[in-house]
């Protein structure tokens, strides 16, 4: 018996070793991101100005009307076009199913508050915020962009960018206390550390569509 409690006792102190390692290894990737990318969160009003507005999904109701935070992210887009930020927005979004497109919902959003239709592109594979950056850099050969969303979620959007090769900067969208915030803080800090390693390792995203010019006419990214 008393090896066997031995064994048992040297088990479950390899696992709790192991689970204050990983505990330590994700505290300090967000940590490490956060420091990082906050320097390019922009609080306020924005100065400077870029290539495209890159506005990132939300959830969208069945009416096809915006969730409060994707309104909130849509109207800091359209301020920020309304200012002169930049003459192109990019609304990339999940429309990987026939039955749900985020980015049409968007689009038609900021059409009604007045933008142009043919300076909004639409980017219909931009499920995860990985993927909407790297096709940021890889279909949409951007250079320098300013990305919406809220603050918790831009110190990642940006960290991801940035390391992709895209001079990135942030501008935060957060208006209120968004119902079900804590269950996405505790989502984002194990999405940050998921996505630490896919910037490092570099990881490839499937793609099959041509490139698309950040200046050419919105109305060509309609259709997948």
Avoid: C, W
Avoid at 18 to 45: A, C, D, P, W
Avoid at 110 to 119: H, K, L, R, Y
Avoid at 152 to 164: D, Q, V
Avoid at 194 to 201: E, G, L, N
């Amino acid at each position: 018996m008393s090896k066997i409690f031995k064994v048992v006792k040297i088990i479950l102190g390899t696992i709790i070793a192991l689970i204050i390692l990983l505990t330590l290894s994700v505290v300090g990737v967000n940590l490490h991101m956060t420091r990082f990318s906050k320097q390019y969160i922009y609080k306020g009003e924005v100065s400077d100005t870029f290539d495209a507005i890159v506005v990132l999904g939300a959830s969208v109701r069945p009416d096809g009307s915006p969730s409060p935070m994707l309104q909130d992210r849509l109207d800091k887009g359209i301020h920020l076009y309304n200012t002169g930020v930049s003459s192109k927005i990019i609304m990339s979004g999940d429309n990987s199913s026939d039955y749900y497109n985020e980015v049409i919902a968007m689009k038609n959003y900021a059409t009604n508050m007045g933008v142009p239709s043919e300076q909004i592109l639409v980017d219909h594979y931009g499920i995860h915020t990985y993927e909407s950056m790297y096709r940021l850099k890889e279909i949409f050969d951007a250079k320098k962009v300013i990305v919406v969303t809220q603050d918790y979620h831009l110190y990642r959007a940006i960290y991801i960018a940035r390391k992709l090769g895209i001079d990135a900067y942030g501008a935060d969208a957060s208006t209120m206390d968004y119902s079900g915030q804590f269950k996405r803080d505790i989502r984002e800090v194990l999405a940050r550390y998921k996505d630490y390693f896919k910037t490092m390792f570099k990881v490839k995203v499937d793609i099959n569509d041509e490139k698309v010019s950040i200046y050419d006419d919105g109305n060509n990214t309609n259709e997948k």
